[in-house]
DNA sequence: ACTATTTCGCAACTTTGTTGCAAAAAAATT
DNA sequence: AATTTTTTTGCAACAAAGTTGCGAAATAGT
């Protein structure tokens, strides 16, 4: 595993540090997204606020998480898949909130679909969050 | 409009109050989507902030205005159609926000495509957010 | 016009996010 | 392996966004 988490950052020419090991590990070990209070509480060393922010914005940028808009206005992060890299994110899933357990889950297998804008309108890129009850959350 | 702006108060059991009746002219008055920060801005006559996150809070609550999830995250908010009511949402049009004048539009014509969710998964609400260049700022 | 109820505005506070800078850590060089 | 250069970190200080309690003011009901 840190063999990994080590070869991850050094493919994106990031220097190998405590924090961004750690971050990239809960990640990696995490089922579904992560907020910023999530790391922040989560690990067992503490690293400071400013720090998870700006490694969350350097891992953004270089392509190795995503942000995924919530309805609650709360931004969260996961991994991206191999395509996505630096300055070029191809995250075209859609996301998937439990309104249960808070849970959010990338489903890569379901894609956006395109929609037909009204005349005049021209559309970038489309996000699609679908909110209910997850697979560990039915009774 | 004066008229119609204390009708819509009424109907839904609010005090009328200057704050209330400033504050839904704005949203009738404008093209898109309003921001907290537009409303304290915009008005000519200062309320405090706390009356506006109250007020934008009441008018949600009672069906008037709803909420639109944005991948900044940044809280916006637009006028319902007849439908909606307190408790109970039933906007499910698409949202389009420009990149270049960052206004935010309800396609009340685009509707929200039904997803097929993989096993286990419960949709109950599906939130679609395009972005790109809208009907103004084509060039 | 008077009373009861609701809403408003202020102050104080919490939470979330940003910026500058010196100390510490990592990478590059010798 | 030691030294220099570069990058990253943590702290402090700040700014922005949102919440809560409460007395004063406005609204609604009689
Ligand atoms: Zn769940
Ligand atoms: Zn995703
Ligand atoms: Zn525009
Ligand atoms: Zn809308």
Redesign the pocket.
Known sequence: MQELITDILKRNQ???????RKILELFHQSKGALA??DIEQSSAEH?????I???L??FVDKGIIHTIPTSD???RYALCKDECSAGHHHDNHVHFICDQCDTTYCLDHVSVPSLKMPNGFEAKQTDVVVSGICKNCQS
């Open positions: 990031l220097s190998v540090t405590e924090s961004r910023h209070a690293f400071d606020r400013v720090t922010y700006r490694t914005q350097t206005n709360s931004v």
